[in-house]
């Protein structure tokens, strides 16, 4: 079936730097990227839908500005926190839909990525 | 708007037992509704899914569920549990607004099949 890698699978990183997560569709052209965060025992919250080639659709209450994402061609995504700080902290998982209309489509999932800020 | 709401956050069963997770949904227009595993630090699976037609939809691993649009409700069922169901389950809607489908979980079920 459809593959999704996302990596790093888990990142440790300072108070304040920044961090890249990358988002790829390895044997399909993923026309739509989803990005969501994962708090503990808790619900998918969906942050952005995007499509190749234009800006990201970001959910109510998600800084555009902190949480970066780019949607350069069919097959990658990056979600990059900028100046990021220990409440980021949390379990990103990305997933990508086919290329079609139709709702038939199925949604595949990445691995998830945990971000933990010192 | 849509809501989903998973009544049961942890749910115990013994092994060999059948097992009901439980799923309702709220919304305006037409639903797709759909339930995904999570096994730990990993992203989701889809297990099965509904869009159209009969109403009870059977998926992976021996997992089958109804959709009841009366009582806005797609229960997970499996007659049969195993230790390796052990994960959490999500169930999600999906519509389409302007031509994007958003899909939105409810807070998920960790199941935990007991020996």
């Known amino acids: 079936g459809a593959v999704v890698s996302q990596h790093p699978s888990w990142v440790i990183c300072k108070s304040g730097t920044s961090v890249k997560i990358e988002c790829r569709s390895l044997d399909f052209q993923a026309t739509t990227m989803f990005w969501y965060r994962q708090f503990p025992k808790q619900s998918l919250m969906l942050m952005a839908t995007?499509?190749?080639?234009?800006?990201?659709?970001?959910e109510q209450g998600v800084e555009k500005d902190k949480f970066l994402i780019n949607h350069a061609s069919l097959t990658l995504s990056t979600l990059t926190v900028t100046s990021a700080h220990p409440e980021d902290s949390s379990f990103y998982i990305c997933?990508?839909?086919?290329?079609?209309?139709?709702?038939?489509?199925?949604?595949?999932f990445g691995s998830g990525t945990q971000l933990s800020v010192l | 708007a849509q809501s989903v709401t998973q009544l049961d956050s942890q749910v115990p069963v013994f092994e060999e037992a059948p097992v009901e997770l439980r799923c309702n949904y709220s919304s305006s227009v037409s639903v797709y509704l759909f339930w995904y595993v999570q096994y730990p630090n990993q992203g989701l699976q889809l297990l099965l899914k509904?869009?159209?037609?009969?109403?009870l939809v059977k998926g992976i691993n021996g997992f089958e569920a109804e959709f009841n649009k009366s009582q806005t409700s797609f229960h997970l069922r499996k007659p049969s549990v195993h230790i390796s169901d052990t994960a959490e389950y999500f169930c999600?809607?999906?519509?389409?607004?302007?031509?994007?489908?958003?899909?939105?979980f409810g807070t998920g079920t960790r199941l935990k099949v007991l020996a």
């Open positions: 995007s499509n190749e080639g234009s800006k990201a659709t970001y």
């Open positions: 509904y869009l159209s037609g009969s109403t």
């Open positions: 999600a809607v999906s519509s389409s607004t302007s031509g994007t489908y958003k899909y939105i």
């Open positions: 997933s990508a839909r086919t290329r079609g209309a139709a709702i038939n489509e199925k949604l595949f």
